[in-house]
């Protein structure tokens, strides 16, 4: 074990804590090369006893290292350097991007801090669901950021509302006008994105032990969320058309839960869609059993196929819907912007919730938005990204129709964002994982986007297109389902490779 205490001083003065001067020292020793990757650190207690500092600081040190991908835990090992500040800052700062992206569970993020998964410049991301920075619409936005600011002036500073400034609240009743929900802003909570938004909902309505029906596989950061809050979660194998509903009312009446969460159009990560005809009836359900379904309006903007799938809130006689909607995938996701509709019973408990958790979304960035809205940019920049979604879309699926293995299964969405392959039985896919990632190839294992292990299936993967270049799609996939058929034919090549 290397000795570093000598290496670490505090400056006692300071006004900066203890854990951050000794983070920022390991980040220098780390990035400069004297500690190199794998290297074990002393052990907390070790570490704290030498520096003279509570174990509570090293503690906290090392989490805020380990967030940042200088260092991974072997659980019962110890704290290890990882290689990720090996590769260059940019490199580093591409790394980051795909961990927090919304895609990966703490296991996923693990390997790819740990080396064995990484991103660079020359890397085809089929992994990320979120658009690439060159499409964010930079010069439109600081159009409207100098207005707002010329405009309001230190009122673009000051605490909003907690239910959200009002105009942007009217401006998006009209942008959700077209897409056929009717609700007035009085119904409309502003929310730092949608994964906050799902937080809030179950801050305010799940007790520790309650139910929550999920589909089947479904968004792992939802997962994440509704287990931190200590609900229990009855998952329902999602079907092309939508989770079965006799299935469902059985579940409904075993596990009396308080909420449904759902993405009916394009969920992620299937790409599937319910049927108008089984929204209908989720809506009796909900209704005949005194329930709120969460609406994840994840990516419904995209159709591609004129599905014309009607939002769930828009058919919602009963208030029952709970209507959840980020802009992350067309605009801009750094902002953390998103909304809620509200059912008015349980409002003042959301609007509690979200004082609550952090009394409220920026000033500045939700008048800068509702301007981007009225001037028309909003318009404007949907169908950009529209376009450029349903390009890549298109040359996604021509090159898996034209490369894809035979045993290997996937269903046309339609729109959205995601495909879902599924392949064979018994198929190893963290070693595909694994070869891809060797291949500059990366996308999101299955098996993270399900709630438990007894629930994993793992012989499916889930390809987003929204981050890759038209012209890098058919070599990506190309290479991709090489592999795959390499792997299915036993090459020798391939078959002394580590599993993950």
């Not at 660079?120 to 439109?140: C, H, K, M, Q, R």
């Not at 070693?431 to 994993?456: E, H, M, R, W």
């Not at 990506?476 to 391939?494: A, D, F, H, R, V």
């Amino acid at each position: 074990m290397i000795e570093i205490s000598e290496l670490i001083k505090f400056e006692k003065d300071s006004s900066i804590p203890l854990y951050v001067q000794l983070f920022e020292r390991l980040k220098e020793l780390i990035s400069g090369g004297t500690l190199v990757h794998d290297v074990k650190l002393p052990s907390i207690r070790h570490l704290s006893k030498e520096l003279g500092v509570n174990r509570v600081t090293v503690v906290t040190a090392f989490k805020e290292l380990e967030n940042s991908g200088y260092v991974y835990t072997k659980p019962g090992s110890g704290t290890f350097v990882s290689n990720s500040y090996l590769v260059s800052a940019k490199n580093h700062h591409l790394q980051n991007n795909l961990v927090l992206d919304e895609v990966y569970t703490q296991e996923y993020a693990y390997l790819i801090n740990n080396g064995q998964v990484s991103l660079t410049e020359s890397s085809i991301n089929f992994a990320s669901a979120t658009p690439t920075p060159d499409l964010f619409p930079v010069d439109d936005f600081k159009v409207v950021l100098n207005e707002v600011l010329e405009r309001d002036k230190g009122n673009a500073f000051g605490y909003q509302d907690s239910q959200g400034y009002y105009p942007i609240r009217e401006s998006i009743c009209r942008v959700l006008g077209k897409a056929m929900v009717t609700c007035n802003p009085n119904d409309i909570q502003i929310i730092s994105g949608a994964q906050q938004g799902i937080d809030i909902i179950s801050k305010a309505l799940l007790r520790q032990g309650d139910y929550i029906i999920t589909e089947s596989p479904t968004y792992a950061g939802a997962i994440a969320v509704f287990k931190s809050r200590g609900a229990q979660i009855a998952d329902i194998e999602l079907c092309e058309d939508g989770m079965s509903l006799n299935v469902l009312e059985y579940t409904i009446k075993k596990y009396k839960p308080r909420l449904l969460y759902t993405i009916p159009s394009f969920q992620n990560p299937t790409g599937y869609s319910c049927s108008n005809h089984k929204r209908e009836q989720l809506l009796k359900l909900a209704d005949k059993y005194d329930l709120y379904i969460i609406e994840d309006d994840y990516v419904s903007d995209l159709d591609f196929q004129d599905r014309k799938y009607l939002p769930l809130k828009s058919m919602d006689k009963s208030d029952r819907v709970i209507f959840i909607k980020s802009y992350s995938k067309i605009f801009m996701p750094g902002l953390r912007l998103g909304f809620m509709i509200v059912p008015t019973g349980i409002l003042g408990n959301v609007i509690e919730a979200k004082h609550a958790t952090d009394i409220s979304t920026s000033g500045l960035i939700q008048r800068a938005f509702d301007l981007y809205i009225r001037k028309g940019f909003w318009d404007k920049h949907s169908q950009f990204m529209y376009n450029i979604y349903k390009e890549r879309y298109i040359k996604t699926t021509n090159a898996l129709d034209k490369h894809l293995p035979s045993g290997v299964i996937y269903k046309k969405p339609g729109g959205g964002l995601n495909i879902w392959l599924t392949l064979p039985p018994g198929f190893q896919v963290n070693t595909l994982v694994n070869i891809c990632a060797s291949k500059d190839i990366v996308f999101a294992p299955g098996k993270i986007f399900y709630s438990s292990n007894a629930s994993q299936k793992l012989n499916s993967i889930r390809l987003s297109f929204a981050s890759v270049y038209v012209e890098n799609i058919d070599h990506g996939i190309e290479t991709l389902c090489k592999t795959i058929g390499l792997m299915e034919q036993k090459n020798e090549s391939y078959r002394n490779l580590p599993i993950l």
